[in-house]
């Protein structure tokens, strides 16, 4: 093994013990992912490196494919069991309906979906898809464990779907399109090359959901966008557009097609290559406005609001002058029904107006029959009507059809598992199609293993495996398509199919967990975040406003040290910090004279704890304008330290961020802590930003008893009398401690409440913040505590449920909330590989692993400290071996036996640099 082979990877250990045999790990293991090259085939707009087939759907579970990832359609197969001529559900993704993902490679090689038909582990059917030829392979296994015959029937349902209007299950757009004449081009009105509008605004340079700026998703216009929200309105807003490449200007003009409301009006200029002006009154539908031509020695033209009403610009064709009357638009319809043309009793073909080429279902020998539902309510009806023996065409309202295989009745004896396939693919015509499925007749029927989701784990791991198991198939296949990111369609990881969109916080959890499966996939998850320097917007915001992608970051160079890694996204994760430490672009989170940082005006959640009780209270009122929550200084704090020292491996300069260190510390110790009763506070300020005390609740009590209130804690910004304080809290039941973990409330507190969201309930997230401070504190008994707790309850809710919970109530121990939720419960991956996986090292934030290398007999690491003398750091060591010696720049060092093949070491105070020799 070369040099280049093994340095980079803290999981390579695992390779070394597995040829001394010394790996005792459970049955159903995946080797580590090798970390190869992270970013070769990188998209620059965001999408997953995954295949074109896989489990994207927003609709029913089962399997997609994007014929054209740029165009938004996907089909949908969904494959699901039901009980013979009685319970038919049908497998929605938008509520707890019957299945969970069970087991999946990282890449989507292969995944498996359990449908149970009685008991979890006693009836069910597993459905396991894997991409094969020119489409994807389909294996049911069915299992009656009962002691009674059962009987069932298995269902195919193929669908068509149409990008929609945006995220949370809005409808499908409905797009125009243009017909332009030899010669001409189309420009959509919100693919500018610049735009000044509304340059004050807070959310101008951190637009939601990584929108462009200006731009609307609405039916009737071309591609179905256009410049808009607000855009008119005011005098001196100014969109440029460039000219597409080759395209020749002389002789041609520009067509503008524009919307007005009834009766508004509008006066537009236009400069540059066309030139004019442009004068409009509104009839509520598209009008064209002709500019000519003006200096065909420039690429570029403006049209800027002389005044007026709020317009639409849909876009602007550039057409020869002579030919502008052939420029035409229309709004195809959403045609959702194929053309089915049946192949024998076991295969058919579908081919859509709407996609090129033509798909083909193939499934095995069986009492069959072909059925189309016309319906938009496919939940509520297919189970209705399923009990219908006589219709093969069932129109129930609406305009979605689905092509539905019903093959039944599949018998199975007490004791009896059988096996189903089929096959699924796309051509680029009807005879592509046709070879697909003639080879997939021919060839014997593949095997298809079940796929591990997880790597090798040691034998004290077996324990908990079998809920992080469940956990890690949900994350790898929570994936969504289409989601919209600055006007490409993409692919995307989503905490949970309900919110089939951009998350920030959520998905920089997911990108910790997605690299405890495959650096890859984190190393995708991080690129749609953290911005290119091309890229209006300082980086991808939707919900909380907490910058877990520079944690991410540096979890994914402690694993790798990989350094084109570091160097490709350090300027964004730089930048991320900057805008929320309020000194760049526009950035509104730091006006307060305290210095204190808040982030309302861009959502109304600080720190992702959505009925927090005083954010909850401030919320929708005034007092967000002069209120400061904890979280967000603590916060940028810690990431100033983070990228301070991703600067210093980088030989970048650092004094920026040891400036924000100072200041924001001062800011917090000065005006947000309340000695009195022992909290950093919700800090309240006058008009004219300067402090007026702690925020109170009506009972006197401060008001930030909770999470928020030691937050300090994980910025490493305490005094040692605040930081013992704060221990004692976490450890006291009576205050954050219980049974199921940390609470994100005091439950001493008079607003503890016991049906809250957050308030009452356990999460994973901010436990894992706190407890990687813990082991840069030393406190490796209370690091443990937090997540084995964590691991042992999560393993009890799945054993008993299936279920990848949000969050556990506290008053009952049990897991609630989405069931399918792989954002932020992934934490549960990060402890299990942390305390179990062979070869791991794991620090806390001021642990930096320069490189490490894997031997037969030992591991070597060097190791660089950025905290504050006087903590002795822990560091964790899954060796799954009996360590003979345990050496500190050649020193013994102590080291506890945490779980059998765990080691925690630890290291002297006040160490810098040195290497870690495990034997």
């Known amino acids: 093994m070369t040099r280049r082979e093994f340095v980079g990877s803290t999981s390579l250990l695992a390779t070394a013990l597995v040829l001394r045999g010394a790996v005792r790990a459970a049955e159903r293991v995946a080797p580590a992912a090798p970390v190869g090259d992270l970013l070769s085939g990188l998209s620059a707009h965001g999408d997953l490196r995954l295949p074109t087939w896989g489990p994207y759907t927003k609709h029913l579970a089962g399997i997609a494919h994007l014929p054209d990832p740029a165009s938004g359609l996907r089909f949908d197969l969904s494959v699901f069991p039901g009980l013979y001529r009685r319970r038919q559900q049908v497998p929605m993704v938008t509520h707890d309906s019957g299945f969970q993902p069970w087991s999946a490679t990282p890449g989507l090689e292969r995944y498996t979906l359990r449908f149970p038909l009685g008991e979890l582990e006693s009836f069910y059917a597993d459905v396991t898809f894997a991409p094969h030829d020119t489409g994807a392979l389909v294996r049911a296994q069915l299992v009656n464990r009962t002691p009674q015959p059962q009987q069932l029937s298995l269902n195919f349902l193929a669908s068509l779907h149409f990008p929609e209007a945006g995220p949370y299950r809005q409808p499908p757009l409905r797009a125009a399109r243009v017909t332009l004449p030899d010669g001409g081009a189309w420009i959509d009105g919100s693919h500018y090359h610049a735009l000044a509008m509304d340059e004050d605004a807070p959310q101008r340079h951190l637009p939601d959901n990584a929108e462009i700026w200006g731009e609307v998703r609405r039916d009737g216009c071309v591609n179905g966008v256009a410049l808009a929200r607000g855009f008119g309105r005011v005098a001196g807003q100014r969109a440029t557009y460039a000219t597409p490449d080759n395209f020749a200007a002389a002789g041609t003009v520009a067509l503008f097609r524009i919307r007005l409301a009834p009766q508004a009006r509008t006066t537009l200029r236009c400069t540059g290559l066309y030139a004019g002006e442009i004068a409009l009154t509104g009839n509520g539908d598209f009008q064209l406005a002709s500019v000519p031509l003006a200096d065909a020695t420039v690429r570029e033209f403006s049209v800027e609001t002389v005044g007026g009403d709020e317009l639409e610009l849909d876009g602007i064709a550039l057409v020869p002058a002579a030919q502008r009357s052939a420029v035409e638009f229309h709004v195809p319809p959403l045609d959702y029904q194929p053309a089915l043309t049946p192949l024998g009793d076991s295969a058919l073909l579908l081919a859509y107006a709407a996609i090129p080429g033509c798909y083909g279902l193939a499934w095995a020998a069986a009492d069959a029959e072909v059925r189309e539902w016309l319906t938009d309510r496919i939940e509520y009806d297919f189970p209705l009507y399923t009990h219908e023996h006589i219709k093969r065409r069932l129109e129930l309202g609406g305009q979605r059809h689905y092509t539905n295989v019903f093959v039944r009745p599949l018998f199975l004896a007490s004791g009896e598992t059988r096996e189903f396939t089929a096959f699924v693919c796309h051509g680029a015509d009807a005879a592509e199609a046709r070879a697909a499925l003639a080879r997939f007749a021919a060839a014997p029927a593949p095997t298809l293993v079940d796929a591990p989701s997880l790597p090798a784990h040691t034998a004290a791991g077996r324990d908990y495996a079998y809920g992080v198991e469940r956990l890690a198939a949900t994350v790898a296949t929570n994936v969504v398509y289409p989601v919209r990111r600055r006007g490409k369609f993409i692919r995307h990881y989503t905490p949970g199919r309900w919110w089939d969109s951009l998350y920030t916080w959520d998905a920089g959890f997911i990108g910790l967990g997605l690299l405890e499966l495959d650096p890859a996939r984190s190393v995708d998850n991080l690129a749609a975040y953290l911005a290119r320097p091309e890229e209006d917007a300082a980086f991808t915001f939707h919900g909380s406003p907490v910058p877990v992608q520079i944690y991410q970051l540096q979890a994914l160079w402690n694993r790798t040290q990989d350094r084109a890694v570091l160097a490709r996204f350090f300027p964004g994760a730089r930048r991320m910090h900057r805008f929320l430490a309020g000194r760049s672009e526009g950035s509104n989170t730091r006006t307060l004279r305290s210095g204190l940082l808040r982030t309302w005006d861009y959502f109304y959640n600080s720190g992702g704890w959505d009925d927090y009780p005083p954010q909850k209270f401030i919320r929708g009122t005034a007092l967000t304008r002069s209120t400061t929550p904890v979280v967000n200084t603590a916060h940028a704090i810690r990431t100033a330290r983070l990228l301070r020292g991703m600067a210093q491996l980088l030989g970048e300069p650092t004094a920026e961020f040891d400036a924000d260190i100072a200041s924001l510390t001062d800011a917090l110790q000065t005006h947000a802590w309340d000695a009195a009763s022992g909290w950093f506070s919700y800090v309240r300020h006058d008009d004219q930003g300067r402090t007026l005390g702690p925020l109170r609740h009506e009972s006197g009590e401060n008001f930030n008893r909770g999470a928020d209130g030691v937050y300090p804690l994980v910025a490493g910004a305490c005094t040692p009398a605040q930081e013992k304080l704060f221990l004692e809290r976490l450890r006291n039941p009576h205050v954050f401690w219980s049974d199921v973990g940390l609470t994100t409330v005091d439950q001493s507190a ?113 190791l660089r400290f950025t905290g504050a003398p006087g903590k002795k750091p822990v560091v964790l060591a899954v060796v799954d071996a009996p360590a003979e010696s345990v050496r500190w720049k050649n020193r013994p060092v102590p080291a506890r036996q945490r779980a059998p093949g765990t080691l925690e070491i630890v290291l002297p105070s006040g160490e810098d640099e040195g290497e870690l020799s495990i034997r």
Request: a neutral charge; aromatic letters at 18%; one cysteine or more.
């Open 750 to 862: 008079s607003y503890y409440r016991d049906d809250g969201y957050w308030n009452g309930t356990v999460w994973m997230p901010h436990q894992w913040f706190f407890w990687r401070a813990l082991l840069d504190l030393g406190e490796g008994d209370l690091a443990w505590q937090i997540a084995e707790t964590a691991l042992r309850t999560w393993e009890r809710e799945v054993r008993a449920t299936g279920c990848s919970f949000e969050h556990f109530i506290v008053k009952s121990g049990r897991g609630a909330g989405w069931h399918q939720f792989g954002g932020l419960s992934s934490p549960i991956l990060n402890w299990f590989a942390a305390y179990f996986r062979p070869g791991m090292l794991t620090g806390g934030y001021d642990c930096w692993i320069v490189e490490q290398r894997a031997e037969p007999d030992r591991l070597r690491a060097r």
